[in-house]
């Protein structure tokens, strides 16, 4: 049973009510309200709520999704009904969020709906490339099989994703070590060097140790500066990430900046390539095929490059001619589908495209580590040496006045 908040009137005196109903469906909450002599005006899933925190709560897993699709795909192939294929799988799901938006599914079923038409209404948990192909299951009777087809993507969606988070981890965990290292020399040991100095009366520290103990004591007295500089440096960075022009401008840096260039290239070729070959392979046209594969790679070039091949495919040009010569598109993509339309099975080639930069994707990734960790190293290495440097040069210096005076 679900919980809806809901609004409605009376229309005998005109009053407002606001209240709450548990039902199966929101077709059965409106029934339950309108025996009370109720006409709803306004109803509501799942209570108070809003904002991140609601989004994070009613967040629906890749592996949710895809342990659902493979359920769904066995009983239906087993000779279920559609429906009963739905409440079993209801009924296995440990997914909170997940059943929420089944058992909404199932109602809108019963109410006469498509599975896809259902699915439609809840677009955070099903994107474009999920409804396409249970819509062309649905139409050609093969529902089982492009469900199927739909977990395998998801699949290898997630395993691309998580490769790509486990190259960009060990940067992000040295540079945090870096910032530890840094911040403790900066806030404890160039004040003690301070200390130290001013004492002497007459000596003139060299400029790069002024330059770091004046950053020592910034940092150490006005660190909120520091912080508030960072928070709103954060989130109007964020913001501008998120816009247009800086989407075009990170889109652009992930295709071209040294060393994650090839990496994110190849693993935007093998999104395009697995998502056409599960399109295609469903029954989905070829001109919806581009249209959805270019969301589902998710970058802005990429997808305006494969918007442009559709209107030239729309002109009678092949695929493949449509996106020979486009820098942004690697030149293994067109060739292949140039074979795949000669001979028929642009299908099984655009498979084998995803495979071959699925695999590449996994070079690349161990050629980052491997280019990463002395990189990071050296710059550890510098920034260590500067500090080290700011702290001895004095010393030595004060040591060569000494013993010349001695003289």
């Known amino acids: 049973m679900l919980t809806y908040q809901y609004t409605a009137r009376n229309p005998q005196t005109g009053q407002q009510v606001k209240a709450t109903v548990e039902a199966d469906g929101e077709a059965a909450a409106v029934k339950l309200i309108s025996t009370q002599g109720l006409v709803a005006t306004d109803i509501r899933l799942g209570g108070s709520g809003s904002g991140a925190f609601k989004g994070l709560r009613n967040h629906v897993s890749a592996k949710d999704r895809v342990l659902f699709s493979r359920q769904l795909s066995t009983l239906i192939n087993a000779g279920l009904p559609l429906l009963q294929a739905l409440r079993s799988v209801n009924q296995q799901t440990v997914s909170k969020p997940l059943k929420v938006v089944l058992t909404q599914i199932i109602g809108d079923v019963e109410g006469g709906s498509t599975l896809s038409a259902s699915m439609t209404k809840h677009p955070r948990v099903f994107n474009a490339v999920y409804l396409s192909l249970i819509a062309a299951g649905e139409t050609s009777g093969t529902l089982d099989r492009a469900l199927e087809r739909l977990a395998i993507q998801q699949e290898k969606d997630a395993d ?18 870096m910032g530890g290292v840094v911040g403790f020399m900066v806030v404890k040991v160039l004040p003690q060097v301070k ?10 520290l060299p400029l790069l140790t002024r330059v770091l103990l004046a950053f ?26 998120r816009t247009g022009p800086g989407k075009e401008v990170i889109d652009k840096a992930k295709m071209k900046v040294w060393p994650i260039g090839p990496l994110f290239m190849k693993l935007y070729m093998a999104r395009f390539a697995r998502t056409g070959s599960t399109l295609v392979a469903s029954g989905v046209p070829l001109l919806q095929m581009l249209a959805i594969s270019a969301n589902a790679v998710n970058n802005v070039h990429i997808q305006r490059a494969v918007n442009k091949a559709a209107e030239k495919v729309k002109g009678g040009k092949s ?27 642009i299908e099984e080639m655009m498979a084998k495209v995803a495979e071959y930069y699925e695999k590449e994707v996994d070079n690349e990734v161990a050629n980052i580590s491997s280019i990463i960790e002395p990189v990071m190293m050296v710059v550890l290495g510098v920034i260590a040496f500067i500090i080290v440097a700011a702290v001895l040069i004095p010393i030595y210096g004060l040591a060569g ?3 010349f005076t001695g003289s």
């Open 401 to 403: 006045n000494s013993s």
């Open 216 to 241: 020592s004591g910034f940092v150490i007295h006005d660190w909120w500066i520091v912080v508030i500089a960072l928070v709103i440096m954060g989130f109007f960075t964020t913001r501008w990430a």
């Open 160 to 177: 691309l994703n998580s490769k790509i988070r486990g190259a960009m981890m060990y940067p992000i965990i040295v540079l945090m070590v």
């Open 195 to 204: 200390t130290l100095y001013s004492g002497l009366s007459g000596a003139t």
């Open 319 to 345: 695929l493949a001619d449509s996106m020979e010569n486009d820098p942004n598109f690697l030149p293994l993509v067109p060739s292949m589908l140039k074979i795949g339309e000669q001979s028929g099975a």
